[in-house]
């Protein structure tokens, strides 16, 4: 599994972004994708993922703010990310995640994209 993550930049605190990342290789075994996140200073945590049948869970702190989904191609998946009303406190390198299941479990990570919020 290959992970391809874009969409990072810099926005103003109460502005949008939208993280896409796209899945390649062996991509019919992926089972859950999401994103993850780490501060300066802090450890990874979970901001949200996405199940092969849909469905998500989010980490308290952007419940209602951001949204997650997923298109499932033969031989690409597609997680997008779309965040909205921005915090200051969303900024973070944000890495794409996936869970491959074939007979065992796997997990990949993308490559990182910075999201920067501006206060």
């Known amino acids: 599994v290959q992970l391809q993550a874009s969409g990072g930049g810099l926005v103003q605190a109460g502005g949008s972004l939208r993280l896409s990342c796209a899945a390649s290789r062996n991509v019919h075994t992926i089972y859950t994708m999401g994103w993850y996140r780490q501060a300066p200073g802090k450890q990874r945590e979970l901001v949200a993922l996405i199940s092969k049948i849909g469905s998500t869970n989010y980490t308290d702190s952007v419940k209602g703010r951001f949204t997650i989904s997923r298109d499932n191609a033969k031989n690409m998946v597609t997680v997008h990310l779309q965040m909205n009303n921005l915090k200051y406190e969303d900024t973070a390198v944000y890495y794409c995640?996936?869970?491959?299941?074939?007979?065992?479990?796997?997990?990949?990570w993308g490559q990182g994209t910075l999201v920067t919020v501006s206060s």
């Open positions: 995640y996936a869970e491959r299941r074939a007979g065992w479990i796997r997990d990949y």
